[in-house]
């Protein structure tokens, strides 16, 4: 699922998660925010997402763990096309040894999340170097 543009002036975040309640929670506040989103429900459709959208997609926020692709697969795949993409990984799992397969410092948010702390740390990835 595509989410449509709100914003044309601000940057483009694809946010991946499979739960439809954190999803909408998520897509409100960087809407809020001014941000452009799009959506997917899956690692997979990420990928379709990614490929078929024409502009820049800036950040991709992504759950840790979901059915099929998790969200280290899902960066890896999408910053082989897309090498300039920051990245913010979340999850609900605060063990260290969850976080397997991130990347040494990735830019993490443990959940559960403020609308302030996701903003902030929004913007702050969005300013920072891409981590590849």
Excluded: C
């Excluded at 002036?9 to 897509?27: G, N, P």
């Excluded at 397969?101 to 920072?128: C, H, I, W």
């Amino acid at each position: 699922m595509t989410g449509l543009p709100s914003d044309a002036s601000k940057e483009t975040i694809l946010l991946v998660d499979d739960e439809a309640s954190v999803r909408a929670i998520v897509v409100r506040i960087l809407r809020r925010a001014k941000y452009n989103v799009l959506e997917a429900e899956s690692g997979e459709a990420a990928l379709k997402i990614a490929e078929s959208h024409p502009g820049k997609i800036d950040l991709v926020i992504t759950d840790m763990f979901m059915p099929g692709l998790r969200g280290p697969e899902v960066a890896e795949k999408l910053g082989q096309t897309r090498p300039d993409l920051r990245v913010l990984f979340m999850s609900g799992y605060a063990d260290q040894d969850l976080r397997t397969g991130v990347p040494e410092g990735a830019n993490f948010l443990n959940k559960p999340f403020s609308g302030a702390d996701l903003a902030k740390k929004v913007e702050a990835v969005l300013k920072g170097p891409a981590v590849s």
